[in-house]
């Protein structure tokens, strides 16, 4: 039973665009939901968080925008870089759990072209 | 500062052997938590220790088992191994947090498994 799904195994863009990676959940009960990025050979790095109680977050480039009525959120990276190209794991946090507790997507994989 | 260190990074057994797999968190940071990593499948949790004590616990069978040491370095066992098990393992570790503290997780490189 996946309950975060991240439908979309791959995303390419140019640099200089938009990047926008989606994931759905499916328990409404998660209070906190994190991005990683994973380079190869390396463990997976924070990336932005946001808490259920609020619909979008901003740190720099990055923007999670999280819909709870449809149980989604996106990850905005503007503007792309090549550097950007990585695996990117969505995350969400069953509740009364900590946050080492943490259930992930299968990732998307985004390559950003120059 | 140090990252989070595993060891080995890579190892290669054979169905039925065992394996131990070594973790040394961010000095300072006392929960440790052990995740594998399958194609298609992302990461899932395996279980989390804080203070030598299993606070978490993740739906694999138990021929997976962990502890965590008094300078919280943590290991995790799996006994006799299948070819399922082959994965990438993650360990990750973190300051105690409170529910308003953004979580952030500190992954290692991973010890990667092939079961033959």
């Known amino acids: 039973d996946q309950q975060v799904k991240q439908n979309s195994p791959s995303l390419s863009v140019q640099e200089g665009r938009i990047s926008i990676l989606n994931c759905d959940y499916t328990?409404?009960?998660?209070?906190?939901f994190l991005w990683y990025k994973k380079y190869p050979a390396e463990g997976p790095t924070f990336l932005i968080s946001?808490?259920?109680?609020?619909d979008k977050n901003e740190d720099g480039r990055f923007t999670v925008f999280l819909n709870k009525s449809a149980k989604h959120l996106s990850l905005h990276i503007v503007p792309s870089q090549p550097g950007d190209s990585a695996v990117y794991f969505c995350a969400a946090r069953p509740p009364n759990t900590g946050f080492q507790k943490l259930v992930f997507g299968t990732g998307t994989r985004l390559l950003v072209s120059p | 500062k140090a990252g989070v260190t595993q060891t080995p990074r890579y190892l290669i057994k054979t169905r039925g052997q065992q394996v131990t797999l070594s973790c040394s968190p961010i000095s300072g940071h006392r929960s440790v938590s052990w995740y594998q990593q399958t194609p298609g499948q992302g990461l899932q949790f395996l279980f989390e220790y804080f203070s030598e004590t299993q606070r978490n616990k993740g739906n694999f069978p138990g021929r997976f088992s962990g502890r965590q040491f008094s300078n919280s370095r943590s290991e995790m066992n799996v006994s006799t191994l299948e070819l399922g098990d082959s994965a990438l393992y993650l360990c990750a570790s973190s300051f105690p947090t409170s529910p308003t503290v953004s979580g952030e997780l500190f992954f290692g490189e991973g010890s990667r498994l092939t079961v033959l």
């Open positions: 946001i808490s259920s109680i609020k």
């Open positions: 328990n409404s009960m998660f209070d906190y």
